[in-house]
């Protein structure tokens, strides 16, 4: 009966349309996200910045899902943004990053409650007492989770607390309120976002195992041994074409902060070159962005990769790092560099 019926419906199969044709192969590049999650990642995503939202060739990409999984505002949830006067919010900036990135189906990773940088004139002129302070911040923490209370996949709660040497680094926070507003950043965040946002500390230079990774690896062990909520810490991952740290050294990095039951990622990945660039320093240039990915995918608890942004026309680096640039994933005319490749291929090869 069975192959009765099979040989009956023959006919009327390879009439339908399409049938016979050879199936299309798989795409070698089908995008960074979907390779990523096939290696075991959770996410491949991207930074966004407000000033690009009108290139429409841009959004194409940085809102496509097979690429990017995953967004984060590089600008657009800071404070100067976001509490431009005392208690008055406006999420317009914000907003104009995740409301996108939801529609697309991509994760947000929310940056940032708390920075040393890019805070508002009101907060900065004046000098505030401790309790002043801390009640700025619960407000400002308080208003800010709520309006995004679910909407994100993590916090970066903290972000660059530190100094190179391991020392906290002297800023409005910890001249006035003490160490300890690190953890009240924390538990305010833990207070007012959604139970299951990972609330992150995030920094740059902890990509290796040196001083400052060490110190965020003993306030992560202090923070589990008193119970202080925090979920994850990111690698920022900000490096420069040919000394740019090795898988081996990510690696260890990675192992400082896992071992210690928090998870990790890996926050704004770019390789920045010296210009004027060339065919030898794109190569070297890949080979830094591979490792960076390779060690998050081998890694315990390293669950994606984010790019701080992968079109090199929106990099922050020339006006940051006069002389340097070319940083990103993809050139001035959306081709893709062999950085891409590279990556790409490397992901490809978990399947
Ligand atoms: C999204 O990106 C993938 C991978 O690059 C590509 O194959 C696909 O055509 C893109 N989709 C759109 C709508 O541009
Ligand atoms: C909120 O911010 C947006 C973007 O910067 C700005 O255009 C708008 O005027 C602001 N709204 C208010 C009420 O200040
Ligand atoms: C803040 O305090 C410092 C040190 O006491 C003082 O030098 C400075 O003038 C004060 N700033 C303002 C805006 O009051
Ligand atoms: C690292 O810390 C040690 C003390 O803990 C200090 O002696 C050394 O100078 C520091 N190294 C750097 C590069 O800051
Ligand atoms: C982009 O394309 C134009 C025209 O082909 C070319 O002159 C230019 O060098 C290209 N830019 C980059 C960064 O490759």
């Not at 049938?19 to 996200?33: F, I, M, N, T, W």
């Not at 409301?99 to 505030?128: D, V, Y």
């Not at 990509?207 to 923070?223: G, I, M, Q």
Request: proline content about 5%.
């Amino acid at each position: 009966m069975k192959s009765f019926v099979a040989l009956s419906l023959l006919p009327l199969i390879s009439a339908l349309p399409g049938h016979g044709k050879p199936k299309p192969a798989p795409l070698k590049y089908p995008g960074l996200d979907v390779l990523a999650k096939k290696a075991g990642l959770l996410y491949f995503g991207t930074a966004i910045d407000n000033v690009v939202l009108d290139n429409k060739q841009y959004i194409s990409i940085a809102h496509n899902r097979s690429e990017f999984g995953q967004v984060t505002p590089s600008n657009g949830q800071k404070w100067m943004y976001i509490e431009p006067q005392r208690n008055v919010f406006n999420y317009t900036m914000g907003d104009e990053i995740v409301k996108p990135a939801i529609k697309a189906g991509q994760m947000r990773r929310c940056h940032t409650f708390l920075w040393h940088n890019q805070l508002p004139e009101w907060l900065t002129s004046q000098n505030w007492t401790k309790t002043e302070l801390v009640g700025i911040l619960e407000n400002h923490i308080k208003n800010e989770a709520r309006h995004y209370y679910d909407e994100c996949y993590a916090w970066d709660v903290v972000n660059e607390a530190y100094n190179d040497d391991g020392t906290l680094r002297s800023d409005i926070w910890l001249d006035t309120i003490g160490k300890e507003y690190i953890e009240l950043a924390f538990k305010f965040a833990r207070k007012y976002t959604s139970p299951r946002t990972r609330l992150y500390y995030n920094d740059y230079n902890i990509e290796t195992v040196n001083n400052k990774s060490t110190a965020v690896a003993a306030l992560v062990k202090d923070f589990k041994k008193r119970h202080i909520p925090i979920d994850g810490v990111g690698l920022q991952a900000h490096f420069v074409t040919g000394s740019a740290p090795s898988y081996d050294q990510i690696s260890a990095a990675l192992k400082l902060f896992t071992k210690l039951g928090v998870e990790t990622a890996i926050t704004e990945l770019d390789v920045r070159t010296q210009l004027p660039d060339s065919a030898e320093k794109m190569a070297q240039q890949a080979t830094d962005y591979t490792n960076a990915v390779k060690a998050c995918v081998d890694g315990d608890d390293c669950v994606g990769v984010t790019v701080w942004d992968f079109w090199d026309p929106v990099s922050w680096v020339p006006e940051t790092f006069p002389g340097q640039g070319n940083a990103d994933l993809l050139d001035a005319n959306f081709t893709r560099k062999p950085a891409y490749y590279k990556v790409s291929d490397m992901l490809g090869s978990y399947d």
